[in-house]
């Protein structure tokens, strides 16, 4: 291994210590926002990664000859840039996605669940439901006895923790219930 290799595979070693870096501090870059200019630790790291192990591959395959530094670094170059122009283009597309909204009771209105615990008028029951794919359960009022396993439809929320809860109609009961 040459000179040229051990110097290109010591920067290419940096940028793993750079990208370790980056998921310590999530608002980490290089430059100042202020001027339009922001280079993200992870975009530094994919830049400073590729130009330092393409440049080994390249001076490695070269050995001997007194370019080998030379053809490293413009074969590292070539892979840096686009390397590191796709990971800042990545990480800032990961910052800037949305998420879904934080489910509030009101969009439990249509949900269809179990009873666990009878209900009557006046009188709370329980009731399991799915909320975000997470089996859930909430107090339960309903206008008529519900025995429980009945299958129901929320119809209304009473509190962020109670559902009024009515018999499912028939389109929405599964076999067997």
Known sequence: MGLATLIFLSIGGFSLVVLALSFFGSHLHLGHGDIGSSITLPAA???????????AIAAELTPGHSLDGLVG????LLAALPVGYLAGRLTLAAQRMGTDPTPTSSALVG????ILTATRPGRYGEVRLTVAGQSMKFNAQSEEPLAAG?????IGTVSPSCVLVQPT??????DGQ
Not at 111 to 114: K, R, Y
């Open 45 to 55: 790291a994919g830049f400073v990664g590729a130009f330092g192990f393409a440049g």
């Open 73 to 76: 670094a413009g074969v590292g």
């Open 111 to 114: 949900s269809v669940g179990v």
């Open 150 to 154: 009945a299958s129901v439809l929320v």
């Open 169 to 174: 109609p028939q389109f929405f009961q599964k």
